[in-house]
């Protein structure tokens, strides 16, 4: 019982349980680990750049590129270990090295005053893009991207390099952690 998706999974299913948001839409996060949590409880729509055919109940999809802007907009949106991926082509979108900041602000865009955005990414001390894979930010990066001048953050939890979860805490804790390969997550509240 540990590591990134184990934990990141069920913090954030726990904190959308006690939410109870009028809308939930997720965007590209685990669907056999996050969004199965949150469709035993409550309806979740899933975005996905993938094609996603759910017959679940309290599941629905559409197709979708966070890469570009959506007319979607909700009280509440995860997106769970999936903006490190955007714009490096592994799950058929398109090469773009400014994906991921594109994305995040799109996700702002799509968040409505006052809704909570759950995100989590890997962390490391050194910003990387590790190739074919994914790229690793500076648990503090996020909070100088296009975007994050309208969010306020509202709870930080990070994994750390053994796979364990550390709760109420910074991401300037976890910045001078000096993790190799953690996983930051982050629960913003737009202002």
Not at 96 to 122: A, C, R, T, W
Not at 152 to 181: C, M, N, W
Request: proline share 4%; charged share 25%; hydrophobic share 40%.
């Amino acid at each position: 019982m540990s590591g990134h998706y184990f934990h990141q999974d069920l913090a954030v299913a726990q904190k959308i349980f006690e939410a109870r948001p009028k809308r939930h839409v997720d965007v590209g996060s685990r669907i056999d680990g996050f969004v199965a949590h949150v469709a035993a409880f409550r309806a979740i729509e899933i975005i996905d750049i993938r094609v996603v055919n759910s017959k679940v109940p309290n599941i629905s999809f559409v197709q979708g590129d966070l890469m570009k802007p959506s007319e979607i907009r909700s009280d509440s949106l995860s997106c769970l270990h999936t903006i490190e991926h955007l714009g490096l082509g592994r799950y058929g979108d398109s090469i773009d090295p400014q994906g991921h900041l594109k994305g995040f602000e799109n996700l702002v865009d799509m968040l409505e005053k006052g809704g909570s955005l759950y995100i989590s990414f890997p962390i490391g001390s050194d910003e990387r893009v590790e190739f074919n894979a994914h790229r690793v930010f500076n648990p503090l990066s996020i909070l100088g991207w296009k975007g994050s001048e309208s969010l306020s953050l509202r709870d930080f939890a990070y994994v750390d390099d053994s796979g364990d979860i550390h709760k109420d805490t910074s991401p300037q804790v976890a910045a001078d952690e000096r993790l190799i390969y953690g996983c930051g997550i982050y629960t913003f509240e737009k202002i």
